[in-house]
């Protein structure tokens, strides 16, 4: 299984940006896709997930600024970010996983597989 992420970067407060994770060595469509993100010297924080059948997940404090959505023609699943506040710079990772449950109550890197991460920076 391989995931690779792209599309951090810095943005002014307020500004958007989309990050997408392709993934590759297995069946995309069949399995669901997450996004966490991880500030230096604090712990993970998970963000988003969306199921094999497209149900959708966020945690509070990024509800109605970030959009999930997986195009499994091209193994790709994507978060769009708007309305970015500082507090959301961070490394963010794509993971999937074998046999993950629910989203909900996640701690942690306890998924199977990850990305290498890619940076958001959010600053004036």
């Known amino acids: 299984v391989q995931l690779v992420e792209s599309g951090g970067g810095l943005v002014q407060p307020g500004g958007s940006l989309r990050l997408s994770c392709t993934g590759s060595g297995f069946t995309f469509s069949n399995y669901p896709m997450g996004w966490a993100r991880q500030v230096p010297g604090k712990g993970l924080e998970w963000v988003s997930g969306?199921?094999?059948?497209?149900?959708?997940w966020y945690t509070y404090s990024v509800k109605g600024r970030f959009t999930i959505s997986r195009d499994n023609a091209k193994n790709t699943v994507y978060l769009q970010m708007n309305s970015l506040e500082p507090e959301d710079t961070a490394v963010y990772y794509c993971?999937?996983?074998?046999?993950?449950?629910?989203?909900?109550?996640?701690?942690?890197?306890?998924?199977?597989?990850w990305g290498q991460g890619t940076q958001v920076t959010v600053s004036s």
């Open positions: 993971s999937t996983d074998d046999s993950l449950g629910s989203f909900e109550g996640l701690r942690g890197k306890a998924t199977d597989y």
């Open positions: 969306i199921y094999a059948d497209g149900i959708t």
